[in-house]
């Protein structure tokens, strides 16, 4: 069984960066894909980016393509979403998740585990 914690969310200008960490603990975290994922207040929950078992697969919405960069360090048992010219429509509250395989796709169903969020306010 997998736990998430994800840090590094705040209130940023637009144009700014921020880095989002997610700290994961359990057995399968480096055999398991991992997806950032983000929802905004009234929206649904909607899938940013992914990664691989072993990093060599990563996939990215079209919104974030470009500005976002997904990476992990299996030996910290540590995920990040490095963010980039940040604009006030990527405030959301975004999560870190686990998949069931070592792929990591679109849909939220597949993801078992989840953290417990951090919130990004990019303000104009």
């Known amino acids: 069984q997998a736990q998430l914690v994800e840090s590094g969310g705040g209130l940023v200008e637009a144009g700014n960066s921020l880095r989002l960490s997610c700290r994961a603990s359990?057995?399968?975290?480096?055999?398991?894909?991992l997806g950032w994922f983000r929802q905004a207040p009234g929206k649904e929950r909607e899938f940013v980016a992914g990664?691989?078992?072993?990093?060599?697969?990563?996939t990215y919405s079209d919104s974030v393509r470009g500005r976002f960069t997904i990476s992990r360090d299996n030996s910290k048992n540590m995920a990040y979403l490095q963010m980039t010219s940040l604009q006030p429509e990527d405030t959301a509250v975004y999560y870190c998740?686990?998949?069931?395989?070592?792929?990591?796709?679109?849909?939220?169903?597949?993801?078992?585990?989840w953290g417990q969020g951090t919130q990004v306010t990019v303000s104009t």
């Open positions: 998740a686990a998949n069931l395989r070592a792929v990591a796709g679109s849909r939220p169903e597949t993801y078992r585990y």
């Open positions: 359990g057995r399968m975290f480096s055999n398991n894909g």
């Open positions: 990664i691989s078992w072993n990093g060599g697969t990563t």
